[in-house]
């Protein structure tokens, strides 16, 4: 059965730094584009950012809020992917979620991560 | 970026009654690139529908997607208890993939 599970989150002062871990099992890693997806208190989805398979040139994108910020990595021995999160900002407080699917759309989903952002 | 503009924000029905949700794309989004996800408080988003109209592994059949270009719509054909949640829709065309803002489905 595939999983995801997230870990990391953790309070953090206005222009902290935070590294989130998704581990992940049951499918093979190597092979998936795994994303990163938040969700602020009380409002909707928000797409981060995504690191494809090397296989495809590991290539990364990242939504615009974030860009330049925060930086997606992946060590497929440990089929781990990862979300460094720097200069953060009150704004950045949400629950982040790791996900991946089979094909255009997310099948999988962690249990999530809250990163709080708080002075 | 391509911005997904969903409709109605809340949609208030009663159970047994049909919903009709919209997505709209502000440029075309190839049908194989929309999904529609579920999602519950306190739950991660569940995938309903891929390929705008292809039902996930274990979807009732009380759900359909269809649209094409801009303009996509989740069907629930008759509203059960459990339906009740809020709806989101997601484009994979460009290189930057993006969420609508979601549609809440409450009960009337």
């Known amino acids: 059965e595939e999983q995801l599970v997230e870990s990391g989150g953790d309070l953090v002062k206005p222009g902290g730094s935070l590294r989130l871990s998704c581990a992940a099992s049951?499918?093979?890693?190597?092979?998936?584009?795994m994303s990163w997806v938040r969700q602020a208190p009380g409002k909707g989805l928000e797409w981060v950012g995504r690191v494809k398979s090397k296989a495809v040139g590991e290539t990364r994108d990242y939504a615009a809020p974030v860009k330049g910020r925060f930086t997606i990595s992946r060590d497929d021995s440990k089929d781990t992917v990862y979300l460094q999160m720097n200069s953060l900002k009150i704004e950045d407080t949400a629950v982040y979620y790791c996900?991946?699917?089979?094909?255009?759309?997310?099948?999988?989903w962690g249990q999530g991560t809250l990163v709080t952002v708080s002075s | 970026e391509i911005v997904l503009t969903q409709s109605p924000g809340t949609l208030s029905l009663s159970p047994g009654e049909r919903a009709t949700l919209s997505c709209r794309a502000s440029q075309s989004v190839g049908s194989t690139y929309l999904a529609w996800y579920q999602q519950k408080p306190g739950q991660a988003p569940r995938l309903l529908i891929f390929g705008a109209s292809s039902r996930a592994t274990g979807i009732s059949d009380r759900f359909s997607g269809s649209g094409s270009g801009t303009d996509f719509t989740l069907t629930i054909s008759r509203l059960e208890p459990e339906d009740f949640a809020v709806y989101y829709c997601?484009?994979?065309?460009?290189?930057?993939?993006?969420f609508g803002q979601g549609t809440k489905v409450e009960v009337k």
């Open positions: 997601q484009q994979f065309d460009s290189s930057l993939w993006t």
């Open positions: 996900t991946t699917g089979h094909g255009w759309g997310f099948d999988f």
């Open positions: 049951g499918f093979t890693f190597s092979n998936a584009w």
